[in-house]
């Protein structure tokens, strides 16, 4: 098989995974749809390396995560964040719920590489997938390799339905008592939700700060390109540096990093997409994922089927019991605290999707849409943000360092 024909079919792959999502209004999410397809394709004409054949190898995608992972760290404004304390403090709970029922249920039907690998992919998305099956693959665990993966894409199927129907519930609570005249405007402020703008192009924009002096047109994709892979570089140069006292993953390093680049002014936020390379890296990322399942035999499946259910089952309980507890605690009603902490199993785009939906079915008014919008749009965005973007990359920058190889 020729090179492009590979990158051909492998990307017109993950074009009809989008086309389906959007099709169903995200409800089949696209990552299952084209995980479905990969399957059929090695377990029938895809040659195995078909991934790398088409040019995205592993020093192309772990350069990718290094970017994209800088990237996440501008998006983080610390004064937006502080007016959705509590929403931050359940999204906390709910990964809190999630770790403490796995660990439990791991220790009691399976073993503790199963819990470290299966947590951060429930907790986040890509990245997290990614960091834990290579970890387990080079550990020599084949099968907790390819479940990171499954988690990943499957999760979604229990999160979406579940978050629609909270969302439901608590619009309706809303509507209820604002048309009776009881609602009081507790919104919290939705400004944090420009940190999930789609993945647009962005024109010509003024230097940040720390190069205001440098005219604008010098401020090139390039210019953007260089300054992250500086900052990837620092990362990666600390976490050599202090690896023989501790070991931090570079990864959880360049998220660090990213933020403080950001807030110094060296970074512009969203850098990446200024930059016009968000959607090739995303890409990269998502065709090195579904690389990992070239090694799923049906067997394989059959095998996983049962700790992939139970696991995210189990887990789901546990983000609920939790964020319940927390929420009432922090005067947050149970649906909404359950739908904040039901973004860790998918984030943007869907928690977006997700809200506008349960919106758009509530009501056609205008003014109780822009109610409803801001009531929940922002602590949903800002629910993912935590947990898929930020909290997910440390946990498995962290816990993929103790994954117990096979031995011999």
Known sequence: MSQMLALLLIVLILYIGDAVSVRTKAWIPSVFVCAVLFLVGYWTFFPKDIVSLAGITTPVAVMMMYLLITNM???????????????????LAGIAGIASAVFATCIILFDLNTAIVTIPPLVGGIVSAIIMSKGAADAGLVDLSVFAILIYVMQGFAGYPLTAIMLQREGKRVLTKYRSGEWHDTAQNTAASDKHEPTTVVSDEKMPSMFSKIPSHYNTSYFKFVRLAFISYLAYLASSITAPYVSISPFVLCLLFGVIAASFGFLERHSLQKANGFGFAVMVLMLFIFDTLNRATPEMLLRLLFPM?????????????????VGKILGVSMEMA????LTALYGFPADYIITNEAINALTKDEKERQLLTNHMLGPMLVGGFISVTMVSVVLAGIMVGYIAPIAG
């Open 73 to 91: 760290g501008t998006l983080l404004s610390l004064r937006e964040l502080a007016r959705q304390w509590k929403t931050i403090l359940i999204s």
């Open 309 to 325: 259910v139970v696991l995210i089952g189990v887990a789901i309980v546990g983000m609920f019991l939790v964020s319940w507890v």
């Open 338 to 341: 359950f739908a904040i902490s």
